[in-house]
Every structure is written in C-alpha cells, then in structure tokens.
C-alpha cells in the first residue's frame, strides 16, 4: 500500500508531469518489464548487503559462495567472522558486510523467533525503515530494493544511476543526495511503475547516460533533459 500523497504545490504537479512523461518514453522505446514473482525477503536483504560498492557480478559470486559454504542461515549465523569474511571476499569490504550480515540473522532470530524476514511481507515501505532502519547498512536503498524487486511494493529505489539520470534530466536539484533524491521522487513516480521506471533509468544510465560522456545524440529523452538543454544553448 502506498502512503497517501501530500497535496502538491504546482511546481511539484508540472514535475510529476514531466517524469510521467519521462517513464512513458522510456516505455513506448525501450517497452513494458514484467515484475518477478516474489522470493525469500530474508535472502534478498542478505544479497543486498553484499552488493553494496560492488558490481552485480561479485556480488552474485559472493552470494553463491555463502549459499554453498552454509547449509542454513542459522549456520551463517554462526559462522567464525573471519571465516564467513573469506567466504564473501570477493564482494569487497567483506569484514563489514559479514559483521553486518550476522548483525541481521542476530535480529530476525532474536526478534521474530526464527531466521526469517517475512514479516515485511505485510509492511509498507515506512514500516519496513522502522522494522530495520536501525541496523548497520540497512539504509533506504536497501530497503527499497528488497520491498521493490523481491516483495512487489511499489516504490522507487535510487541507486547511483537512478541518482545521476534524475538529476540530469531535471527531476531533482542537482545538490540533491541519494536520500533526498530517494524522498522527492516517491511522490514523482506514476504509480505502478517504479519498478518498470527504475531498470529504464539503470539500463540507460548503463548504455546511454554514462557518468563521463553520455551520449546524448542517441537519447529519445533529450528534449525533457535539463542537462541536453544546458549543454546545447546557442
Ligand atoms: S539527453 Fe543526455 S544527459 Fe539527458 S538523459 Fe539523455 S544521455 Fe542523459
């Protein structure tokens, strides 16, 4: 379920407008995405930790690595720090993300009686930054993408290119953080489409809108893109 929106001031409608428009084209150009079937949250929770600063293919090595070292998450659990640590090495920091992995079995187990996260089945967003909120790397980003990809809720996680495109194409001020782009754009974002909206704009902050030089003679957002004006004024 969705938080009720606060009524909007007419610069807010005209942005809601303009993304609403963004995630049209990027829909008609690129298509529709359908959304997964749901999968274990207390498993999506623990991947995510793991791919914090690394790329998706660590990540998944890392994660495979622990899923085959450990026959359950109680064996995680309990698993010498240092040895859960090597097992996970190739995602990078990994003494902080073993700590902050066993921090997480630790809480399930103590809170809910069992390893489980499948309370936040029945959460909204803001329930589940309550629940978890507290815990080391269990930041918006986190939550949002498990509550997003693995629970089907609908809202918008920012990750560095969601972050990048949003600020270039004008949704967000350009000082704007990844928490504060994360909070403007709930509101932005039509709804049902977050999850359709955020793969666009990390597909094409991929292949298109790079960090250094995008390409913007190949981009169909050009003529909403604040950046592609900026950049192009006679
Ligand atoms: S026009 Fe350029 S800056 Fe704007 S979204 Fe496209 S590639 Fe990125």
Redesign the pocket.
Known sequence: MRKPPDPMTASQRTLQNKVAKVCQLFEENVGEIDHPTTADPLASLVETLLSHNTNDRNRDIAFKNLLETYPDWEAVHHAPHEELAQVVRVAGLNRQKAKRIQELLAYVKETHGEYTADFLREMTFEEAVEELGHLKGMGFKTIAVVMCFTLGVDVFPVDTHVHR?SK??GFVPEKYDAVKTFKAMRPLVPEGKSYQFHLHLIT?GRQ??HARK???EE?F??EH?L??FQNNRN
């Open positions: 495109l270039r194409i094409h298109v809108c995008p390409k913007c981009c957002v050009r893109c950046y592609y």
